[in-house]
Structures are given as structure tokens and as C-alpha cells.
């Protein structure tokens, strides 16, 4: 069994960052891609960003240049630096782990208001 645990989100005014967090645990033998996730009220869930075991990065056209993925393997870890907040990034902000299965984490809430 492997879960999935994000940390970081929180109350944040436009302009500033956040730093998300989400940790694998469990039976891991190798996580291949990760990434991150938004769900807005009323909205479909969205490809945030996304990082493949060698460090290629992928990221949404709406946070390029402010969002930074990244990861440690060794403790099975992705991040996602999120600078220059908009309100529309307010979001439910999941994880996601591929490890030739997909597991999901339970989310964070990020939002951004002043």
C-alpha cells in the first residue's frame, strides 16, 4: 500500500507564494512520473505541472514562469513552488504518483484572496 500526503497549503494574498509539498510512503520500488493537480470549485480537475524520474518537466500554460515543480527521489518527494498567486489559482491541490499504478493524495486547499 502507498499513500500520499501533501502539506503547504493555506491563506495566501495575490502576489505570494506557497510552497507545496507531497510525500510517498509505503512499498516503493520506484515512482515514475509525479505531478500536481487543481480542482476548483465548479471546475474539472487539471494538469498543474508534472515531472518525470529523470527531471523533465511539464507545466500548464497558465502557471509557466510562476509554478516550479521538482523532486527528491531519494525521499520520494515532489514540491511545487508557487510564486506571483493569482485568485484563479485557488484550488484543491492533489499529488499525484505513478508507480506503474496511479495513486492520488487527499489534497491541500490553496487560496488566494487579500
Known amino acids: 500500500q502507498v499513500q500520499l500526503v501533501e502539506s503547504g497549503g493555506g491563506l495566501v494574498q495575490p502576489g505570494g507564494s506557497l510552497r507545496l509539498s507531497c510525500a510517498a510512503s509505503?512499498?516503493?520500488?520506484?515512482?515514475?512520473?509525479m505531478g500536481w493537480y487543481r480542482q476548483a470549485p465548479g471546475k474539472q480537475r487539471e494538469l498543474v505541472a508534472a515531472i518525470t524520474s529523470s527531471g523533465t518537466t511539464n507545466y500548464a500554460d497558465s502557471v509557466k514562469g510562476r509554478f516550479t515543480i521538482s523532486r527528491d527521489n531519494a525521499k520520494n518527494t515532489v514540491y511545487l513552488q508557487m510564486n506571483s498567486l493569482k485568485p484563479e489559482d485557488t484550488a484543491v491541490y492533489s499529488c499525484?504518483?505513478?508507480?506503474?499504478?496511479?495513486?492520488w493524495g487527499k489534497g491541500t486547499l490553496v487560496t488566494v484572496s487579500s
Open positions: 509505503g512499498i516503493i520500488y520506484k515512482i515514475y512520473d
Open positions: 499525484n504518483a505513478n508507480l506503474l499504478r496511479g495513486y
